[in-house]
């Protein structure tokens, strides 16, 4: 049995960085993805294998933003503080309010401020944003009622 269809509705998909919501978004919003494995392996050469759980729990959040949007004054203010002071973090959340999909990390920082670029076509400012203690919930999409 098939499951209802559902709608995804990317103006739903909410990034809340250091209690502001972030607007202005490129053609891709946001990408959230851990930075290590959450479960390794090894094989010896008689075929026993071992196991290994990963403790980190670190991310990277990428936000792409039009060169226009003012959001990227605000995350131009946070990546200068943290690189001048050490001040600079944040708390970081990514929920979707027609499902169950919620992505938060209490402690995020600018990795780096991205490039200026100025040519004949539009590019997006890509930033990336570091996290430690990522919670990843892919809770899916709410089903339209049949």
Known sequence: ?????????PKEIIVIINGL?????????????????AVTSLSGADGEALRMLSNDRRGLITVTLLPNASFNLTLSALGNLDALTGGGTFPILIKNNLGLDLYA??????RRIPEGIFSKTIEPRVWEIDCIELAMVHGGIAAAVA
């Open 105 to 110: 990390s209490p402690t995020a920082w600018v």
């Open 21 to 37: 919501t972030a607007s202005g978004f490129g053609e891709e919003k946001v990408r959230v993805a851990r930075l290590e494995d």
């Open 1 to 9: 049995m098939s499951e209802p269809f559902a709608t995804l509705d």
